[in-house]
């Protein structure tokens, strides 16, 4: 299957919209190439901003720009937009709720060999509990892509979560994106898998495990983790019974935790978590971690048929 | 140790971080090899510590603020023995000690936790704020990047530092004039750093960073100084030693290959 990293989607929907809309400008903190903003510096110097090492500031400089009607894109590691600058990003842009948009790379522990002060296992929970932020969490290349491009068109603060490492390529130019609506991948009634990122290829192939075994499994695909669709979750819990969720990053506070409040609050149904169970990251090449943080195909069959167990 | 056999040191230091890159397969090279005399310096004739006991409570502090140059700290640890050498070859492996940025939970000798920029030196003028309510001579030295000095925190702590006339504590800068996506004037000018760091009182120091006498002598005048802390500006090459990779920007964060590990590695003997 083809491979591409998400963080290019994001810089060819900017590269895309810089040639038609003169009030797209990209700002980035000292990671232009890491965050590929720089190809967007490349064709548009005049309306590519710099900050330097200043993660705050470059919250703060975008939140300004909004203020004259540009529509900015804040580029930097996700760990650096999510955490270093959270309260500008609370207080300044989403209080006020301006129209800044936020780029966050090298998300989740695909990080890899930079180790836990690099690996963003927290962004979920710091973006999706702040009112009028919409976090966008994209599962390939073509959704970053129309991630950005969604995020252009609406009103109000985006956060968007990319990554460093190449991930599989699983939708289309054609595919839609519709803010607040997942995506179904896969029909399946015995267990749901509802995944985000990276963890949606996971799921996929999870999928294709159990098959084997003939369970079938539905899977669901997040891309807009808030906005969340409640209804799709809803279905999924009163048609299949049994949901395993699937995310790159801390149970506690993300995509799990964000679908266990729709499950327990409307069906409530038995429900397993795969993501990074309340440890830090570490130093290791991307796989190898996928691996040891149990975030990989296997993993999630394991949690299937757990659930399906409690669902008797 | 003399002059000499400082620089023989600083040349070990030097393979051993081309050596542990190569092997890591990614890291961050140019600032290490910047680093390295002044960090060779520091911890072979300045800080009082000792490598059995890490913990030894009169031990004088140092915090890598640019954690990204974690390479040259290993280095330094395992060259005094806090580790077997040997190590230094699992860097930014899975289960290693020796973590991509310093890990404080993973390996005695780190301080505390850094990899994020800007952070280092608020935790080592609170080291030094501890040292003098506890009446103790310990002294603190803080390693920082010149782009890392965009951060605000950094001038947050300079300010506090400045404040409580900190005379224990030493900022060192390494001044390669280069950060990730160029020159330090072209992507954010920070300069002037002296005129800064003097109007937070405090007392600076502008050497060459490859001086072994200069470097020395800027540690003993900052040991000798009273209520004010020190910055010393020490003017480096990124990437010094490795003739390609000098004053290169694109050698901030890659490692080496094979080969051009073996031809760093010539050039280091
Ligand atoms: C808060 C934060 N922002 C961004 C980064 C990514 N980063 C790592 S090194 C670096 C450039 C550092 O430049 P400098 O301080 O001059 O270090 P040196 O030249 O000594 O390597 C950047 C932006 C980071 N580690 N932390
Ligand atoms: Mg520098």
């Not at chain 1, 979560?161 to 991930?167: C, I, N, Q, Y």
């Not at chain 2, 973590?99 to 505390?112: I, K, N, R, Y």
């Given at each position: 299957m083809e491979k591409k990293a998400t963080r290019y989607g994001y810089s060819e929907a900017l590269i895309e919209m810089g040639a038609t809309n003169k009030n797209i400008v990209v700002l980035d903190a000292d990671l232009s190439r890491s965050t590929s903003s720089e190809l967007f510096k490349k064709k548009f110097p005049e309306r590519f901003f710099n900050v330097g090492i200043a993660e705050q500031n470059l919250l703060g400089l975008a939140a300004g720009l909004s203020l004259t009607g540009k529509i900015p894109f804040a580029s930097t590691y996700s760990i650096f937009a999510s955490g270093r600058a959270w309260e500008q990003l609370r207080t300044t842009i989403c209080y006020s709720n301006l129209n800044v948009k936020i780029g966050g790379s090298h998300g989740g522990i695909l990080t890899g060999p930079d180790g836990a002060s690099?690996?963003?296992?927290?962004?979920?929970?710091?973006?999706?509990?702040?009112?009028?932020?919409?976090?966008?969490?994209?599962?390939?290349?073509?959704?970053?892509?129309?991630?950005?491009?969604?995020?252009?068109?609406?009103?109000?603060?985006?956060?968007?979560?990319?990554?460093?490492?190449?991930?599989?390529?699983?939708?289309?130019?054609?595919?839609?994106?519709?803010?607040?609506?997942?995506?179904?991948?896969?029909?399946?009634?015995?267990?749901?898998?509802?995944?985000?990122?990276?963890?949606?290829?996971?799921?996929?192939?999870?999928?294709?495990?159990?098959?084997?075994?003939?369970?079938?499994?539905?899977?669901?695909?997040?891309?807009?983790?808030?906005p969340l669709d409640e209804k799709i979750i809803i279905q999924a819990a009163r048609e299949t019974k049994a949901i395993v969720t699937a995310e790159e990053h801390q149970i506690y506070g993300g995509l799990g935790s964000a679908v266990s409040e729709v499950v327990v609050k409307?069906?409530?149904?038995?429900?397993?978590?795969?993501?990074?169970?309340?440890?830090?990251?570490?130093?290791?090449?991307?796989?190898?971690?996928?691996?040891?943080?149990?975030?990989?195909?296997?993993?999630?069959?394991?949690?299937?048929?757990?659930?399906?167990a409690r669902k008797g | 140790m003399e002059i000499a056999q400082l620089k023989d040191q600083a040349k070990k230091i030097r393979q051993d971080i081309i050596k542990m890159l190569g092997a890591a397969g990614s890291g961050h090279p140019g600032g290490s090899l910047s680093a390295t005399d002044l960090m060779?310096?520091?911890?072979?004739?300045?800080?009082?510590?000792?490598?059995?006991?890490?913990?030894?409570?009169?031990?004088?502090?140092?915090?890598?603020?640019?954690?990204?140059?974690?390479?040259?700290?290993?280095?330094?640890?395992?060259?005094?023995g806090y580790f077997p050498l040997e190590q230094l070859l699992t860097l930014r492996k899975l289960g290693?000690?020796?973590?991509?940025?310093?890990?404080?939970?993973?390996?005695?000798?780190?301080?505390?936790?850094?990899?994020?920029?800007?952070?280092g030196l608020s935790v080592a003028t609170g080291i030094a704020l501890g040292a003098k309510l506890d009446q103790s001579d310990v002294r603190v030295y803080c390693l920082v990047g010149d782009g890392e000095l965009q951060e605000g925190q950094i001038w947050e702590a300079a300010m506090s530092a400045g404040h409580y006339r900190l005379d224990n504590l030493c900022c060192i800068v390494d001044n390669n004039d280069l950060q990730i996506d160029g020159r330090i004037k072209d992507v954010m000018n920070v300069y002037p750093i002296v005129d800064k760091f003097k109007a937070?009182?405090?007392?600076?120091?502008?050497?060459?960073?490859?001086?072994?006498?200069?470097?020395?002598?800027?540690?003993?005048?900052?040991?000798?100084?009273?209520?004010?802390?020190?910055?010393?500006?020490?003017?480096?090459?990124?990437?010094?030693?490795?003739?390609?990779?000098?004053?290169?920007?694109?050698?901030?964060?890659?490692?080496?290959?094979?080969?051009?590990?073996?031809?760093?590695?010539?050039?280091?003997e």
């Open positions: 690099h690996q963003a296992l927290e962004e979920f929970a710091l973006t999706r509990i702040l009112p009028n932020l919409t976090v966008f969490v994209p599962c390939d290349f073509f959704e970053a892509k129309k991630a950005t491009l969604a995020a252009a068109e609406m009103k109000g603060p985006v956060y968007i979560r990319l990554g460093r490492e190449p991930v599989p390529v699983l939708t289309t130019p054609e595919t839609k994106f519709i803010s607040g609506e997942g995506l179904l991948m896969k029909e399946g009634q015995d267990v749901t898998i509802i995944a985000c990122g990276s963890l949606v290829a996971e799921s996929l192939q999870a999928a294709l495990l159990l098959e084997k075994e003939n369970i079938k499994a539905r899977v669901i695909n997040i891309h807009s983790l808030k409307n069906y409530p149904v038995p429900l397993e978590m795969i993501g990074v169970n309340d440890t830090f990251g570490t130093s290791g090449a991307p796989e190898e971690l996928m691996r040891f943080f149990h975030l990989k195909d296997i993993d999630i069959v394991a949690a299937a048929k757990k659930v399906l | 060779t310096a520091l911890f072979f004739n300045i800080l009082r510590q000792q490598p059995q006991a890490p913990r030894w409570p009169g031990r004088d502090r140092f915090i890598l603020s640019k954690g990204h140059c974690a390479p040259v700290l290993y280095a330094c640890l395992a060259e005094l290693s000690c020796l973590q991509g940025h310093p890990s404080c939970q993973d390996l005695a000798g780190v301080e505390v936790s850094t990899g994020s920029l800007g952070m937070f009182g405090w007392q600076t120091i502008e050497i060459e960073g490859h001086d072994f006498k200069q470097i020395l002598e800027a540690y003993a005048t900052a040991a000798k100084t009273k209520e004010k802390p020190t910055a010393i500006i020490a003017r480096t090459v990124k990437g010094k030693g490795v003739s390609f990779m000098e004053d290169r920007e694109e050698w901030h964060g890659k490692a080496p290959n094979k080969e051009l590990t073996a031809q760093a590695l010539k050039e280091l």
